[in-house]
């Protein structure tokens, strides 16, 4: 028999000024839930958040340590939509995030594949908040 391969994308690393202005932003601006904080000395720490309920990746949150990792803290994707936050009650979480301050570039919009809104971290970079239609999921 044939070994099932069996894969998934545990983490994804976000780089941010400021682990602390980070953690506060995800976990009362967004609702997520701060999986992990652990130092490992030198003024490193590994901290982990993840929506609510997710089983799936989560975000690891890496202080930028030079001015090269600095110069990408809120850009990077050079100015693309980063990351896709899925929801299963799009307005809910969009009236939640709007209400605790969340900056949204535009208005809630329907479009082929479900309701979606684009969305900035605490230093700009770009996500979506997507509610996929029952077809798309």
Not at 6 to 15: A, D, E, K, P
Not at 34 to 48: F, M, N, Q, S, Y
Not at 92 to 120: I, L
Request: hydrophobic share 40%; charged share 25%; with cysteine.
């Amino acid at each position: 028999m044939a070994e099932i391969v069996r894969q998934q994308i545990g983490c994804i690393t976000l780089v941010v000024e400021n682990y602390d202005d980070a953690i506060a932003f995800y976990t009362k601006k967004l609702g997520f839930t701060l999986v992990e904080d652990t130092d490992l000395g030198a003024g490193k720490r590994w901290v982990l958040v993840a929506p609510p309920n997710s089983g799936g990746t989560k975000l690891l949150l890496a202080q930028a340590g030079n001015s090269e990792q600095a110069q990408f803290v809120g850009n990077q994707t050079g100015g693309r939509v980063f990351l896709f936050l899925e929801t299963n009650n799009f307005r809910r979480d969009y009236e939640r995030m709007k209400a605790n301050g969340v900056v949204f570039s535009e208005e809630p919009r329907v479009e082929a594949y479900g309701t979606v809104v684009v969305f900035q971290d605490l230093y700009g970079n770009k996500w979506d908040l997507l509610e996929l239609n029952q077809a798309m999921k």
